[in-house]
C-alpha cells in the first residue's frame, strides 16, 4: 500500500491563480532567498547558513553563527530549487545547486554525519542531546531535499550523500533508544523510503514515532546539562514532555498540544506510516487528531497554534485572533498533514483542509512581491497594540525581510514550487482530483487537462485525451452549492461519495467534463467557547477568507459592526490585481472623549473586504477577520 499520488514531475500547472505564484517563486523567491543565504541582501537579517557549511568543509575559519538548525535553511532552499527546476530550466541556478551539493558533500564526515554546528563548534556533542539541537531535524530536512532533486530533475549526488548519512542514523538509532526533539526525520525516512525502496527506512521512521510517549521522562533522563548555551534561543524543559509530544505513545494521543510544528511534522509522518502498513492504531490516531485540531484548534484560516509561548497548541476552543500565533510552518505542516491523510482514505474533509492552507494560512506567509516574509499570522492587527505592547511583540503589521529563525519562508516556497503533487492520485481504476487547479496531468489512463477559474469562480473542465473504463472522481469543495456536472455539453447526475463525484463511465478520446458551482458569500460564525469570536461574524466566499484593512477602510476597525442585514456584493479589485474583493455597508461606533459611556450612536461607512492571504501589501495599517455583527 502507500501513496499513489501522481508526482509533480507528471503535473504540469498552467493555472490563472497559481502558476503566477509558481513563476514568482521560480524568478523571484528562491533567488532572493539564495541571496539571503549567501548574505547579499542588505538589511536583511544575517544567514551566514553558507558560510558555516564552507566552515565545516575546512574551507574559511570563524564563529558559527545562527541557530543550532541553521542548516536546515540550505536544505529548504535546495528542495524549493529541485522543484524550480521542473518548473523551469533554469542552467545558471542548476549550476549553484550542483555547486551547494558539492559543498554538502564536502562536509560529510567518515560515517556519513552532517552537521555545520557540530562540526564546526562541538564535534564532540553529537546526538548528545536530542532535546534540543535538532540534529535529526537538519537531517530530515536534507534528506527530503536529496529525494526532491532526484524525482524533480533526476539528480543522485545528494540523494547518494543522504543515503549515507541515513545509514549512520540507523546504524546509530536502530538498537539504541533515541527519540528525535523535533520531529522531521520520520517524514524524511519515509520519503526515502519510497524513493529507494529499502526498508531501513521505513522502520527506522516507525521506530522513532513508537518509542515517542513510552517514557514520559526520556528526555529527562537523557539531556546532559548546559550551562550558559541556548541552542534554540531559549531552554527547553526536559520535564515538559507535553512539549514535543513525547509524554503520550502516539497511538494514545487525543488531542493536540504542545509546539504545533512539531505535532504537525509528526501527525504527517504518522499518516504515512499508516498508510503504508495499513496499521489500524495510527490510522485511528490520526483520525481521532485529525477531528480534535479541525473541529476545536484551528482558526478559520487554517492557522494552528495560539500562544507564542513555545509556539505551541494550547487548549481546545482557545483561539484570541490579536495574540494568534499561527506560525506559517505550521500551516505547511497542515498541508502535508492532509495531503497524507488522503493516502489514507479519500476523504473530501482532507482535501477541504488541504485547500484551506493553500488558499488561506500558507499563502499568507508571504508578500505578493515574494521578498518578505510573516513567521506569526494573526487574524487582528491593532498598529497601536501589534509588535509594541507586552504579549503582542510577535504580532507584525508588516512582513520582514527575513527572520533570525528563518524556516517558513523556504518552508512555504517548497510547498509551493512542489504544488504539481497535491492534485491527482490514482487507485486500482480511479483518478482521482484533489484540488480545483488548472494544470496538465499524465495520468496511467492518458493525460488530463484542466480549466478552471477557481478559487474566484466555481468552474473547471477536464479533458481526456484518450478513452478506457476507469472513474473520474473530482472533489466537491464543502462550500460549494448547485453542484453540477456537464459531459460533452449534456447535463448528467453522478453520485457523491466522501466529499468526491464519482464519474464512472467508458470514456472516449477527448472527453469533456465540466463541473459547475456556485460560491455564494458566506458569513460563518464561531463555536460559543471561542470568546473571542463571541457575536462576531466573518466572511468567506469559496475556499477565500476575507478580511478588513484600513489601506480600504479609512476609520478604526476597531469600532466596525457588520449588520446581519447587510448584504455584500463581489467587485473585482483595481488595487490588488483584480483578486475578488467583497463591499458591503458597515456601521461605525462613532468616536467620544469618554472612557466609558451609558449610550453610543453609529453611522454608516461603506466596507471594503479583502482575500486575507493578500493583507499587508500596501501601507502599514490594521487588519481584523472577526467583525462585531448585530
Not at 520520520?186 to 522513532?208: Q, S, V
Not at 488522503?342 to 488541504?354: F, H, I, V
Request: aromatic residues 10%; proline residues 4%.
Amino acid at each position: 500500500m502507500g501513496r499513489h499520488e501522481i508526482p509533480a514531475g507528471r503535473v504540469k500547472i498552467t493555472d490563472a491563480f497559481w502558476s503566477p505564484r509558481q513563476r514568482l517563486m521560480t524568478d523571484v523567491t528562491i533567488p532572493y532567498m539564495e541571496k539571503i543565504l549567501r548574505d547579499e541582501v542588505e538589511g536583511a537579517e544575517k544567514s551566514n547558513a553558507i558560510t558555516n557549511f564552507k566552515m565545516a568543509a575546512g574551507e574559511m575559519t570563524g564563529e558559527f553563527y545562527g541557530m543550532v538548525f541553521q542548516d536546515s535553511d540550505v536544505y529548504k532552499w535546495l528542495e524549493a530549487a529541485a522543484y524550480s527546476l521542473n518548473l523551469k530550466n533554469d542552467p545558471a541556478l542548476e549550476k549553484r545547486v550542483d555547486e551547494v551539493v558539492d559543498l554538502i558533500g564536502r562536509c560529510q564526515q567518515e560515517d556519513g554525519y552532517i552537521n555545520t554546528y557540530f562540526t564546526v563548534k562541538e564535534p564532540e556533542n553529537r546526538f548528545r542531546n536530542l532535546l534540543e539541537c535538532h540534529e535529526l531535524y537538519c537531517a530530515g530536512h536534507l534528506i527530503e531535499a536529496a529525494v526532491a532533486l532526484f524525482e524533480a530533475v533526476g539528480k543522485r549526488k545528494l540523494l547518494n550523500i543522504c543515503i549515507r548519512f541515513a545509514d549512520c542514523i540507523v546504524d546509530r538509532f536502530m538498537n539504541e533508544d533515541g527519540i528525535p526533539g523535533h520531529q522531521e526525520i520520520e517524514i524524511a525516512l519515509m520519503r526515502l523510503y519510497h524513493a529507494t525502496g529499502n526498508d531501513r527506512y521505513r522502520l527506522m521512521a516507525e521506530r522513532f514515532l513508537d518509542l515517542r510517549g513510552q517514557d514520559a521522562d526520556w528526555f529527562k533522563k537523557h539531556t546532559p546539562p548546559h550551562p550558559g548555551v541556548h541552542y534554540g534561543g531559549y531552554d527547553i524543559d526536559p520535564e515538559d514532555a507535553a512539549y514535543n509530544q513525547s509524554d503520550v505513545p502516539v497511538r494514545g494521543q487525543t488531542a493536540a498540544r504542545g509546539h504545533a510544528v512539531r505535532q504537525m511534522y509528526m501527525l504527517t509522518a504518522m499518516a504515512d506510516v499508516a498508510s503504508v502498513n495499513q496499521d489500524p492504531g495510527l490510522t485511528e490516531a490520526c483520525e481521532r487528531m485529525f477531528e480534535n485540531i479541525t473541529r476545536r484548534q484551528m482558526y478559520i484560516t487554517g492557522a494552528v497554534g495560539s500562544t507564542p509561548v513555545h509556539e505551541s497548541f494550547t487548549v481546545d476552543y482557545d483561539l484570541p485572533s490579536d495574540r494568534c500565533y499561527g506560525e506559517t510552518c505550521a500551516s505547511v505542516a497542515m498541508a502535508f498533514f492532509a495531503h497524507n491523510m488522503l493516502s489514507l482514505k479519500k476523504d473530501g474533509r482532507y482535501a477541504d483542509l488541504l485547500e484551506l492552507e493553500l488558499y488561506n494560512a500558507a499563502l499568507s506567509g508571504m508578500q505578493l512581491d515574494g521578498k518578505r516574509f510573516f513567521y506569526v499570522n494573526p487574524l487582528s492587527v491593532d498598529t497601536r497594540v501589534s509588535g509594541i505592547v507586552a504579549g503582542y511583540e510577535h504580532v507584525l503589521p508588516a512582513r520582514p525581510k527575513w527572520h533570525a529563525c528563518a524556516c517558513c519562508p523556504p518552508n512555504l516556497a517548497r510547498l509551493v514550487t512542489s504544488l504539481g503533487k497535491y492534485l491527482f492520485s490514482e487507485e486500482e481504476n480511479t483518478v482521482y482530483s484533489h484540488l480545483l487547479i488548472g494544470c496538465e496531468a499524465e495520468t496511467g489512463h492518458g493525460k488530463i487537462k484542466v480549466e478552471s477559474r477557481y478559487p474566484w469562480e466555481g468552474w473547471a473542465e477536464y479533458t481526456l485525451s484518450r478513452g478506457g473504463n476507469f472513474t473520474l472522481a473530482v472533489h466537491v469543495p464543502h462550500h460549494a452549492e448547485n453542484f453540477s456536472v456537464m459531459i460533452n455539453e449534456e447535463y448528467e447526475k453522478h453520485p457523491i461519495e466522501n466529499g468526491y463525484c464519482l464519474i464512472k463511465r467508458n470514456w472516449k478520446e477527448n472527453d469533456r467534463v465540466r463541473i459547475k458551482f456556485d460560491m455564494p458569500v458566506k458569513r460563518i460564525h464561531a463555536n460559543l467557547h471561542v470568546r473571542d469570536a463571541a457575536g462576531k461574524v466573518s466572511i468567506k466566499r469559496g475556499p477565500i477568507v476575507y478580511c478588513a484593512e484600513t489601506a480600504d477602510n479609512r476609520f478604526d476597525l476597531s469600532a466596525l459592526v457588520l449588520p446581519a442585514s447587510s448584504p455584500i456584493h463581489t467587485h473585482a479589485s483595481c488595487a490588488l490585481d483584480g483578486m475578488i474583493e467583497l463591499r458591503a455597508e458597515g456601521l461605525l461606533q462613532t468616536d467620544s472623549d469618554e472612557l466609558y459611556m451609558d449610550e453610543v450612536s453609529y453611522k454608516k461607512v461603506p466596507l471594503t473586504l479583502i482575500p486575507y492571504f493578500a493583507w499587508g501589501n500596501r501601507e502599514k495599517g490594521d487588519m481584523l477577520v472577526w467583525m462585531r455583527e448585530n
